[in-house]
């Protein structure tokens, strides 16, 4: 049950919403110490479009290519709607007593836009037009353009590209920015704002629109050198990379910067009436849904490393010290908090890979035996699993299902399990699959360390913390003491801690984290004996992670295959037709 309000008259609370893959979470939280009042769920009606376009958005049933992955914006908006004064009413807070709000969202996410920020896919004739909708972070169709920028980037020598490991990924702004415009240049010319979701909501909730710092770092190349202005890739380059894609920056991506903690501005009327909250209280600035994590779990330290674990896995920390780390996903000074070089690195695929495995690889006798035993396919799952020595089960797998994000960056690659044979059961290739997220991190973090960031603690927070298998598996794989956040609704806290920042109740993230934030310390240690017998195993990751990551092609043209057979079936049943 949650914490009941104290009812003292001077009490004040926040609201933190954070925006997921497939749903949106928002909780009610006490300024004072960060209990966590009330908190409300609302799913996506239309959750991710994968394969077409809905024929009652579209007009008609629009099939998408391959690796497409577009959201609803009003999706986003019905969670203010509904999660929120949800989250409220369970509370038992009275709604004048909330002083601020503040949103996470996934990235990067992209919302083509107009100038007073209507998506395009809401504007009348453009709702049959992919591009018109939102881009999701895992939309990984960018690639191509994404490969052009990282090799332009290398012969150009440009200053930025270390920064992000000497890669940046098909995910982000500048790569899906470009396949916008070469595949669809009447849409992009229409667009007057490339906005990150992370920022659209906040604009749906002050009206207006203030690009939040971390995204910019991140997922925009927005760096600074040697004192000088903040700067994103020149104009120059980007003329390079397509001729009239030059103004990119200048026409679409570029707008006053928003510091993490600070103010973008106040709830509107239209959106009061959503959510059930005061008029006129503070709206804070965008943030991530992995960085605004890091202060909920107390770690605002150098050295203590964040992996928010859900459908993918983001690992983010800050650290006194600047250093080129190899396949990171970016390093922004203040970033995360102010004062410190803030570090992102991360798996495109975990919860997902385990939750397609559930969904396709499970024969019916073991969803019978879960039922009769009381239990989900997971926990069945879960729990064979753990009846195992290490490497009982005789494999080993690379977890590429949805790509690979750090260090690699090449979301080309896919999954692969090694050493099946008839003896082979469900159990095993599904601990196997969750090892192989463990060795996952286990590379991200044996790459930080020998680049010269340190890592000292391992803390996680999403919902995967509760499969304590699965902790134990990375606190043995990785040898670091793991600690978990001490909430279920980690990111949407980290959120209300922001807010309360943005409302003036505490100075600084950090000062608001130590009252607010919540962790429980070293619940996992590692076993020695079994941490040198994933040595064993991990020897084996490696070896199949740099063939198929670096040494060869296969998988890369194991897709274009695929690309060519379904354009090939696609133009075949519009032929039919």
Known sequence: MPDAPTGQPDEHYVVG?????LSGRAVVVRVSDGAELGTAVHAYPHAVLERSLPSHLAGSERRLPPEWALQVPEDYREVLKVAVPAALAASGVDPARVIGIATDFTACTMVPTLGDGTPLNEVDGLQDRPHAYVKLWKHHAAQGQADRINQLARDRGEAWLPRYGGLISSEWEFAKGLQLFEEDRELYDRMEHWVEAADWIVWQLCGDYV???????????????????????????????????????ADKVEHPIGRLGERAGTLTAEAAGWTGLPEGIAVAVGNVDAHVS????????????VAIMGTSTCHVMSAEVLREVPGMCGVVDGGIVEGLWGYEAGQSGVGDIFGWFVDHGVPASYTEAAAAAGESVHEHL???????EIGEHGLV???????NRSVLVDHELSGLVVGQTLATRAEDVYRALLEATAFGTRVIVETFRDSGVPVEEFIVAGGLQKNALLMQIYADVTRLPLSVID???GPALGSAIHAAVAAG???????AAKQMGKVRRHVFVPDEARAAAYDELFEQYVALHDHFGRATTTMRRLKAIRR??????????????
């Open 294 to 305: 890091a202060p909920a779990a107390q770690a605002v330290g150098a050295g203590q490393m």
């Open 505 to 511: 109740a505490y100075d600084d993230v950090p000062a």
């Open 397 to 403: 797998a690379l977890d590429w299902h949805s790509g």
């Open 487 to 489: 909430s279920d609704q």
């Open 382 to 388: 879960t729990r064979l699993a753990g009846e195992q």
């Open 17 to 21: 919403v954070d925006y997921g893959t």
């Open 211 to 249: 690009r939040n710092a971390c995204t910019a770092g991140y997922k925009g190349q927005l760096q600074t050198f040697d004192g000088q202005d903040a700067a994103y890739p020149s104009t120059a380059f980007l003329g390079e990379l397509a001729d009239g894609f030059e103004a990119f920056v």
């Open 564 to 577: 060519d057979a379904v354009a090939r079936r696609a133009a075949a049943t519009e032929g039919s037709r």
